[in-house]
């Protein structure tokens, strides 16, 4: 059975983790498959990528069973998650998380390292490294402190309690909740407003936030000023500003 399943239509590419029996749980197979398929994922007929779970949850972190009876060096294992984590976040076109089911440990790291996460409302979120005295991988220290800030992120990472999906949108670790039986409809549809819109901006608007975390004001003036001459000069510009003055929808092509 492959463990990484891959859908591409109309520009959406759907990358679903399959280890169903397991709640996806990661193996070095799976997240060397999601490496690949990221770095594919930059071809110019993909517009944007979707990244799911399938059978009953998202993703339940690290498959731990993977390394029973070993003494692994966990600083060489997340060199496999540090090229997914990084070609998640680098990926110059937007990136949606669709979690249902449980979210828990690098599989929530992988989730936060999207630019977007829709949850269904039977979804559940935990860090979950505490419970096995470890600390946060996968990038969630990056991200998780920048999305609730310092005092909320040491606590969820300390006590490792489940987060529910309305609670996980208070928080801000989603960008909207919807009902579990109109999950799926929502996520595509999402998936394909983005599809049709100007994606080479979304990448560059992607590059400019992701900057923003370690610039300074006068640095990111200066930074918006070059990416809006590449984004001036692109195709998707010239046909907005003609729809504009056509007083019609715009055909964006993602150039």
Avoid: W
Wanted: with cysteine.
């Amino acid at each position: 059975m492959e463990v990484l399943l891959r859908e591409a239509k109309d520009g959406i590419l759907t990358l679903t983790m399959n280890r169903p029996e397991t709640i996806n749980a990661l193996t070095t197979e799976m997240l060397r498959e999601l490496g690949k398929a990221i770095k594919e994922a930059s071809a110019p007929e993909v517009r944007v990528v979707v990244l799911q779970g399938a059978g009953r949850g998202f993703c339940s972190g690290q498959d731990l069973r993977e390394f029973a009876g070993q003494r692994i060096s966990y600083k060489n294992h997340l060199r496999n998650y540090r090229s997914v984590v990084e070609g998640l976040a680098g990926l110059e076109k937007p990136v949606i998380a669709a979690i249902h089911g449980a979210a828990a440990g690098a599989g929530l790291s992988l989730a936060l390292a999207c630019d977007l996460r829709i949850a269904s409302a039977d979804a559940v979120l935990t860090t979950g490294f505490s419970k096995i005295g470890l600390i946060p991988d996968a990038g969630m220290n990056y991200h998780l402190p920048r999305m609730v800030g310092y005092a909320r992120a040491f606590e969820l990472a300390v006590l490792s309690g489940r987060i529910k999906a309305e609670e996980a949108l208070a928080l801000g670790l989603v960008n909207r909740v919807v009902p579990t039986e109109a999950f799926a409809e929502e996520v595509a549809h999402l998936a394909r407003e983005l599809a049709q819109g100007p994606t080479k901006t979304y990448g560059l608007i992607k590059r400019a936030l992701r900057r923003s975390a370690s610039a300074s004001l006068e640095e990111m003036l200066e930074y918006e000023a070059l990416l809006q001459e590449v984004a001036g000069r692109s195709e998707d510009h010239q046909e907005g500003l003609q729809a504009f003055y056509e007083k019609r929808p715009p055909r964006f092509q993602g150039r």
